[in-house]
């Protein structure tokens, strides 16, 4: 199975803040990762397809990079509703799909 | 508008077997560029993929559930199915179906809302 790694595991930050979370596969994956937003109750909502496309109606604070490896989620300024855990899953070793243990993004 | 909607026991008793159903509105499960999929996410824990379905009806599972879960189709419902056999506590989980389009990318668009489902006699 190809491994996903997340750091940090949690995040404190404020209102306007940006924020970077980084996501580290186990194996060489392209640009097959996708990230997801989980508020509390909720499910999971994508985000980022492809490493670095925006879903469809997803603001434009939210961005992705990265490929190979090595991949990162950025927000750019914080917002008030962007508290929430962001987890990483890869799209490559289809379809055995493996997610991050997720980053919890609290208020500080 | 495409909905997806889990249903299916709350409370499964030990060494039985779970089984849920997913409904799908707004759009057929017969369309060639979507997999159905069963996620699930145990309290306070991360993500599992547990199997999907393919339109063709042909199915995959997670290694590690493989040998205990069944996914199904009934399209003449618009429904999907999981069953998962011999469950104990470490089945106590929130289960998710969810719509995965496979295009130049794979991911999953569209969740249900999820429904709890505990194991305890």
């Known amino acids: 199975d190809i491994q996903m790694t997340q750091s940090p595991s949690s995040l404190s930050a404020s209102v306007g803040d940006r924020v970077t979370i980084t996501c580290r596969a186990s194996?060489?994956?392209?640009?097959?990762l996708n990230w997801y937003q989980q508020k509390p109750g909720k499910a999971p909502k994508l985000l980022i397809y492809g490493a670095s496309h925006l879903q469809s109606g997803v603001p434009s604070r939210f961005s992705g990079s990265g490929s190979g490896t090595d991949f990162t989620l950025t927000i750019s300024s914080l917002q008030p509703e962007d508290f929430a855990t962001y987890y990483c899953q890869q799209g490559y070793s289809t379809p055995l799909y493996t997610f991050g243990q997720g980053t919890e993004l609290e208020i500080k | 508008q495409v909905q997806l909607q889990e249903s299916g026991p709350g409370l499964v008793k030990p060494s039985q077997t779970l089984s849920l159903t997913c409904t799908v509105s707004g759009g057929s499960i017969r369309s060639g560029i979507y997999h159905w999929n069963w996620i699930r996410q145990p309290a306070g824990k991360g993500l599992e993929w547990i199997g999907c379905?393919?339109?063709?009806?042909?199915?995959n599972y997670n290694p590690s559930l493989k040998s205990r879960v069944t996914i199904s189709a009934d399209t003449s419902k618009n429904q999907f199915s999981l069953e998962l056999s011999s469950v104990t506590a470490a089945d106590t989980a929130v289960y998710y179906c969810?719509?995965?389009?496979?295009?130049?990318?794979?991911?999953?668009?569209?969740w249900g809302r999820g429904t709890l489902v505990t194991v305890s006699s």
């Open positions: 969810a719509r995965e389009f496979q295009g130049a990318d794979w991911y999953f668009d569209l």
């Open positions: 194996q060489t994956i392209s640009s097959y």
């Open positions: 379905i393919y339109s063709s009806g042909s199915t």
